[in-house]
């Protein structure tokens, strides 16, 4: 059974610094891996999605990576911004089952501080 | 450009009541979907549909019903309310081509509390 895993659960940095958001996998055979952004009271956006023959993303200052054979998948922001305190979630689609279920994390809060 | 549309934002019920709530979207999407959103439980599939006049089963779909009898709209529906129902409830939607490798657009959510 896939299980998508996010850690830590909350980060709280200072503004400029670059950090690393990790989400781990357990079942290699997915379709892709998508990263959202979640602020609150609001629903989720879209930042990245890494196909499965894909090893990376980037959008601005974001770069998702996806190693597919270890089950892991990063979130790097670069010079972080108070903009950026959300909480951001990752999905798998699997090949297995109904790939038209997404199977999602938990989150990481982000607290980015002036 | 609207995207995804969810009326109402906020709503309480008193167990027992009936609602719906509507789902809107302005992309010519396929796909759409009713996610309900928990405390420590994540992201969780009511309902979909992958086109207009069809719907299937999520993973959570007890006590839900819905509908999509036109593309741009999909309705998911509470018939006899429960405090268990309590929760965020998001819409999404995507193209339907090569919808295995596209994002889905989720709406802002509909909060509702069930007394």
């Known amino acids: 059974k896939q299980e998508v895993t996010q850690i830590p659960a909350a980060l709280s940095v200072p503004e400029g610094e670059n950090l690393v958001l990790n989400c781990s996998f357990t079942?290699?055979?997915?379709?892709?891996l998508q990263w959202f952004r979640q602020d609150p009271g609001k629903g989720l956006t879209s930042l990245l999605l890494?196909?499965?023959s894909q090893r990376e993303q980037t959008s601005g200052r974001l770069n998702a990576s996806l190693d597919k054979s270890s089950g892991r998948s990063t979130l790097y922001i670069a010079a972080s911004q108070p903009g950026d305190s959300a909480t951001y979630l990752c999905?798998?689609?699997?090949?297995?089952?109904?790939?038209?279920?997404?199977?999602w994390g938990l989150g990481t809060s982000l607290a980015v501080n002036p | 450009n609207a995207g995804v549309t969810q009326t109402p934002k906020f709503r309480v019920l008193k167990t027992g009541q009936s609602m719906t709530l509507l789902c809107a979207q302005d992309?010519?999407?396929?796909?759409m979907y009713w996610y309900r959103q928990d405390p420590g439980m994540g992201l969780r599939l009511i309902h979909y549909?992958?086109?207009?006049?069809?719907?299937a089963k999520g993973e959570v779909p007890d006590g839900y019903n819905v509908s999509r009898l036109k593309k741009q709209n999909f309705l998911l529906g509470l018939e006899s309310a429960a405090p268990s129902q309590t929760s965020v409830y998001f819409c999404?939607?995507?193209?339907?081509?090569?919808?295995?490798?596209?994002?889905?657009?989720f709406g802002d959510g509909t909060r509702l509390s069930i007394l």
């Open positions: 079942d290699s055979a997915i379709y892709n």
């Open positions: 999905a798998v689609r699997p090949q297995a089952g109904n790939n038209r279920k997404l199977i």
């Open positions: 999404a939607s995507s193209t339907g081509m090569d919808y295995s490798n596209q994002p889905q657009h």
């Open positions: 992309m010519n999407h396929e796909y």
């Open positions: 549909s992958v086109g207009e006049g069809t719907t």
């Open positions: 890494i196909q499965s």
